[in-house]
């Protein structure tokens, strides 16, 4: 069963997530950095912006608080697991409260070290582009599809399921950097929750939990009749796993079961 420290770390996640993409994309955009001046070219800045905020979820993924948590760090991802069964419905609200709540903290923490640089893009926030507010949804919409297919394209394989997160990385920087013009690449509705919140930006808001949101579950959906091991995108035997069902966790009970006892229920020498 999800408990307190699933949860803790999953905020904590979040907030990492936030403070160093946000980060990332303030230092590559507002006005007085002095990357506008050594990297004029925006579509190279861009890159950098996505490079570092992919990365940054990678990380977090691999490191003790994914291995924890689960590394989902996305409202979206874990809409998508409770589709598949992997969490329970208090589980899941739990979850996507404190993806929203450390989403706030990490902008927060943003704003405070960068200060008027930070509202000089408006945090960060995602806005939809030129092509409009029905484009930004569908672009949001398609994108998480494709990353979240990707990502439970590796999550059934046991042989590829520890490259799930950086596949996810790599695959990000990609949607990222080719629907920022369009939508401003979001594919987090926490992501985009945390600078709107603190920017006042609610008209479009909406587009970001709406777009991923259909987006993920649509992806479930297609993988609901194919085995889901696991809720975690990386799992860690040497970390409890508390998610439903998680095959890994019944594999090591069965073998644990079958192994062979001396006469006093001990496990016998060289059994292990």
């Known amino acids: 069963m999800i408990g307190r420290r699933e949860i803790i770390a999953e905020f904590l996640g979040t907030a990492l997530l936030l403070a160093c993409g946000l980060s990332a994309a303030i230092f590559n955009f507002s006005s007085g950095s002095p990357l506008l001046t050594l990297v004029p070219n925006d579509y190279i800045r861009r890159f950098l912006s996505v490079l570092l905020f992919s990365a940054s979820a990678t990380v977090i993924i691999y490191s003790p608080l994914g291995r924890i948590s689960g590394g989902?760090?996305?409202?979206?991802?874990?809409?998508?697991?409770?589709?598949?069964?992997?969490?329970?419905?208090?589980?899941?609200?739990?979850?996507?409260?404190?993806?929203?709540?450390?989403?706030?903290?990490?902008?927060?923490?943003?704003?405070?070290?960068?200060?008027?640089?930070?509202?000089?893009?408006?945090?960060?926030?995602?806005l939809p582009g030129h092509a409009g507010i029905w484009v930004a949804l569908g672009i949001e919409t398609l994108a998480t599809f494709l990353f979240m297919s990707l990502i439970l394209t590796f999550i059934i394989r046991p042989r590829i399921a520890h490259f799930t997160a950086a596949a996810g990385g790599l695959f990000g920087i990609f949607l990222a950097f080719f629907s920022f013009p369009y939508s401003g690449a979001s594919l987090n509705p926490a992501r985009s929750f945390g600078p709107a919140l603190l920017e006042e930006l609610w008209a479009t808001l909406w587009?970001?939990?709406?777009?991923?949101?259909?987006?993920?579950?649509?992806?479930?959906?297609?993988?609901?009749?194919?085995?889901?091991?696991?809720?975690?995108?990386?799992?860690?035997?040497?970390?409890?796993?508390?998610?439903?069902?998680?095959?890994?966790?019944?594999?090591?009970?069965?073998?644990?079961?079958?192994?062979?006892?001396?006469?006093?229920?001990?496990?016998?020498?060289?059994?292990?």
């Open 72 to 126: 989902h760090i996305n409202p979206a991802v874990t809409l998508a697991f409770f589709r598949l069964g992997k969490l329970t419905t208090k589980a899941a609200v739990a979850y996507i409260v404190a993806q929203f709540a450390g989403a706030v903290a990490g902008t927060a923490a943003v704003r405070f070290v960068w200060g008027a640089r930070a509202s000089n893009v408006r945090l960060g926030a995602t």
């Open 207 to 272: 587009i970001y939990f709406v777009g991923p949101s259909i987006g993920a579950v649509a992806a479930a959906t297609l993988f609901r009749n194919r085995i889901i091991p696991c809720g975690k995108l990386f799992h860690d035997s040497s970390y409890t796993c508390n998610f439903e069902n998680c095959l890994y966790v019944a594999n090591v009970a069965s073998r644990e079961a079958s192994r062979p006892s001396g006469r006093d229920g001990r496990p016998r020498r060289g059994a292990q």
